[in-house]
């Protein structure tokens, strides 16, 4: 993830003509937070590098929510190729929230599958766990949410700190099944979120947003 934004962008919109936002995202992208997260975690980056880092992040996520109509393949180039199907959005599931944890990248995770559930007709919003703290989100805000993922790349935080952030999102959205995007090995994190009771647990933004969309579509037919 180097110094110059415009570079990022144009690499993106470069990976975006031969595959899709969730798959750039989850072949480049969040490898690339994967990278850094480590070097964090060394002591190899400081925190004026890792809010520069965040702000060519937010810029990059910026430029692709007005360039990217939708997260389908990119169109053939032949002549008689057949166009890719748009996606088939699930009307009426509701809101999805995806909540980043306290790890330096989460919030950046969170607002990846968050702008690809929205490229795939979903209502989706991203927003930090401290939102849920006392009354920083009103409840009839929360009580529009359907679902919650909780978004973390595993690194750097603790254990006992994911498992802190997922009850509280639990308590705060009595009735919404809260699930989990482990970004990275899921190792002992992802088996503990799941015994803390987490829904399921994603290590892709592909698979994530698949499944999303197929909950969508039950809470629709319920």
């Known amino acids: ?14 990976a975006l003509k031969e595959c899709r936002l969730s798959r750039y995202y989850d072949t480049v992208a969040l490898p690339g937070l994967v990278l850094a997260q480590g070097d964090a975690q060394r002591g190899r980056l400081g925190e004026r590098q890792l809010d520069g880092m965040r702000a060519r992040l937010a810029a990059l996520l910026e430029d692709l929510e007005e360039d990217v109509e939708a997260d389908v393949p990119p169109h053939p180039t032949g002549k008689d190729a057949p166009a890719a199907p748009p996606p088939s959005p699930p009307s009426s599931a509701g809101p999805v929230l995806c909540v980043g944890g306290r790890g330096p990248f989460d919030m950046a995770a969170a607002a990846m599958l968050a702008q690809v559930l929205r490229k795939r007709g979903l209502d989706a919003g991203a927003a930090p766990a401290e939102m849920l703290r006392g009354d920083a989100t009103p ?9 919650a993922w909780l978004c973390t ?20 959205l009595p009735g919404v099944e809260v699930n989990v995007l482990v970004i990275g090995n899921e190792g002992r994190l992802a088996d503990a979120l799941r015994q803390e009771g987490a829904g399921s647990v994603t290590n892709s933004i592909e698979a994530t947003a698949t499944q999303a969309c197929e909950a969508g579509e039950d809470e629709k037919d319920a």
């Open 1 to 14: 993830m180097g110094d110059d934004p415009d570079a990022l962008v144009e690499q993106a919109e470069g």
């Open 153 to 172: 790349v595993e690194g750097m935080g603790s254990t006992a700190a994911a498992r802190s952030i997922l009850r509280r999102v639990k308590r705060r």
């Open 139 to 147: 409840a009839e805000e929360l009580a529009r949410i359907r679902q």
